[in-house]
């Protein structure tokens, strides 16, 4: 699986002093109407990450999968004590 080697080779850059643990859930509730349309909670994103940390997110795919991290952190399912990384594909043109 792709996502299970590029983590893999993250997490061996990075050599965190931490257990990490390779499950991952694929959750497609956050893709919207498709492929380069925003969604509302992609756009309160971009806003908020703007705002706050002066991070820019293309509409397309990293605002989404940020509003379903944020999405995550307010249900409780990723903690406030837990690390996490966020894995995005970027392109430069």
């Known amino acids: 699986m792709l996502l299970a080697k590029l983590t893999n080779e993250i ?3 990075l050599k965190p002093k931490f257990d ?3 499950n991952f859930e694929l959750n497609i509730k956050f893709v919207g109407e498709g492929y380069g349309i925003p969604t509302e909670n992609g756009i309160k ?7 706050l940390e002066g991070l820019f997110l293309c509409p397309v ?3 989404k999968a940020t509003a379903g991290l944020i999405e995550y ?3 409780n399912k990723i903690k406030k004590d837990e690390t996490i990384v966020l894995s995005i594909q970027v392109e430069c043109l």
């Open 45 to 51: 994103a971009i806003n908020l990450l703007a705002k």
């Open 20 to 22: 990490i643990t390779t």
């Open 11 to 13: 997490i061996e850059n």
């Open 61 to 63: 795919y990293t605002s």
């Open 73 to 75: 952190i307010k249900d």
